[in-house]
């Protein structure tokens, strides 16, 4: 099968960016020569990882990545979106690990070489633990810390970078890590997830004038994952649910950086679970951005309950990924025209959009017709956005390659490319394939 988009479509012109993206934690291995992060401390916990495995190798990228820059290359690419593994860069003590700036300098040489532009984000996940043991996100001083690192990121890859992303995801960090304690750190509980979220805000708009001058050339912004909240009823309480989740999960992280402030929904949490906003601080985060990522996968079906403020329906009769997430591409169109609606949007680029399959490999060949199908369905979906006025100017596949998925380790594969663990031999799928494919057929 092949991926194809209408004829007359802007998506089909060179203009139109295209993009595979990576991780830090996901893809590099080699931790001897960084620093501990939280996903480390976590993997080695009991009970955190499905497959008990862990980042020490993942796709051994630390060493592979003169020949994963050109299987990048090999894919027709514009851009190649990765993270910069704060625990690798920077010491204890504040000052440089040059050998690990040195990595990135020689992978953002590369593949400036090459032509690909470079989209960095400068925090996938991967707090250093000592900061972690200072508090992490729940500690202001975090913030403050975050800003010393862009500076000297900033600093050191000079006009290497195309874009800068402050955070990717601030909802998984703050919520998946502080509140439910599914990802690193692992706190659970609601006096948490508000107060690490309010930080990482903050943390973004001191960044964000960190970048302004260290590096004003470059496209410089945040990346935020949407899942759209649909009810289950169209009853009074189901819809007053499904407002309380999308303002929860969605809204939450970006209404403070357009509008300056948090949802309504804010005056109905308890007073122990809110944020500790001082005086100034939404003006810090309400920064003018250069760009939106936005990441789509899915999206959540919400019901009322008597003691939570919403539930979530678990999906069933419905095409699913191998994550379990229903695959529903209209929801795609509707967020980004909503999103459109309800804020004054600068350009955006869909950062991060894919799936998991359960992929089996046969003489070298992974056919995962699946998966592009998925591709195929949700690139339609934005280009219907896109004709409806939404101003999209690129697209990421998530991902390059499989990879390490986080609390479901090695057991799920996102990537266009197969990653044999065993041996690092890197195939691209069929997907993979359809995705080049498409891409040379831009004019
Ligand atoms: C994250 C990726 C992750 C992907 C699939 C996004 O939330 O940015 O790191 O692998 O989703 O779960």
Redesign the pocket.
């Known amino acids: 099968m092949k991926i194809s988009l209408p004829q007359n479509s802007k998506m089909l012109r060179k203009e139109f960016l295209y993009g595979v993206?990576t991780?830090s934690f996901?893809i590099e291995g080699g931790i001897d020569s960084r620093l501990p992060c939280i996903w480390d401390t976590f993997c080695a916990k009991e009970g955190t990882v499905a497959d008990k495995s862990d980042g020490s190798v993942a796709c051994d990228h630390y060493n592979l990545w003169q020949q994963d820059i050109e299987l990048i290359e090999s894919l027709g690419v514009d851009a190649y979106r990765l993270s910069i593994s704060w625990p690798r860069v920077m010491n204890q003590d504040g000052s440089a690990n040059q050998t690990g700036l040195d990595f990135y300098i020689n992978l953002l040489d590369g593949l400036n070489a090459k032509g690909i532009k470079p989209f960095v984000t400068l925090y996938?996940?991967d707090l250093p633990q000592h900061l972690e043991d200072n508090g992490g996100w729940l500690n202001r001083e975090t913030a403050y810390k975050f800003a010393e690192y862009t500076e000297l990121v900033t600093k050191a890859l000079g006009r290497r970078v195309h874009s800068y992303a402050t955070f990717?995801?601030p909802f998984?960090s703050a919520y998946l890590g502080y509140e439910a304690g599914i990802h690193a750190p692992g706190l659970v509980g609601k006096e948490f997830g508000r107060k690490a979220a309010h930080h990482i805000l903050l943390a973004h708009g001191l960044a964000m004038d960190v970048l302004n001058k260290y590096s004003p050339d470059s496209m410089n912004g945040i990346?935020l994952?949407f899942t759209p909240a649909y009810p289950a009823t169209n009853s009074t309480e189901d819809l007053a649910a499904t407002k309380f989740a999308d303002d929860y999960n969605n809204q939450w992280y970006i209404k403070p950086l357009f509008d300056g402030c948090y949802p309504d929904t804010i005056n109905l949490l308890d007073e122990a679970h809110k944020p500790d906003i001082i005086d100034g601080d939404m003006d810090i985060i309400c920064k003018k951005i250069d760009f939106l990522g936005i990441?789509f996968?899915t999206r959540e079906v919400f019901k009322a309950d008597d003691v939570e403020p919403f539930v979530v329906v678990p999906p069933e009769h419905v095409p699913l990924t191998d994550?379990g997430w229903e695959i529903y591409p209209q929801a795609f169109t509707e967020l980004l025209t909503t999103l459109d609606d309800l804020y004054d949007l600068p350009p955006v680029y869909i950062t991060?959009n894919?799936c998991?399959m359960p992929d089996t490999i046969k003489d070298d060949v992974v056919d995962d017709q699946n998966r592009i199908a998925y591709y195929q369905q949700h690139l339609n979906a934005l280009n219907d956005a896109i004709e409806q006025g939404v101003d999209v100017k690129g697209y990421f596949a998530?991902?390059l390659m499989d990879?390490f998925?986080?609390a479901?380790g090695y057991s799920?594969r996102?990537g266009i490319v197969y990653v044999d663990y065993e041996t690092q031999q890197r195939t691209v799928k069929a997907s993979g394939k359809a995705y080049r494919e498409l891409l040379a057929k831009r004019t």
């Open positions: 993206a991780a996901q996938h996940w990717n995801e998984c990346v994952n990441n996968y994550m991060e894919g998991a998530w991902s990879n998925e986080w479901l799920k996102f």
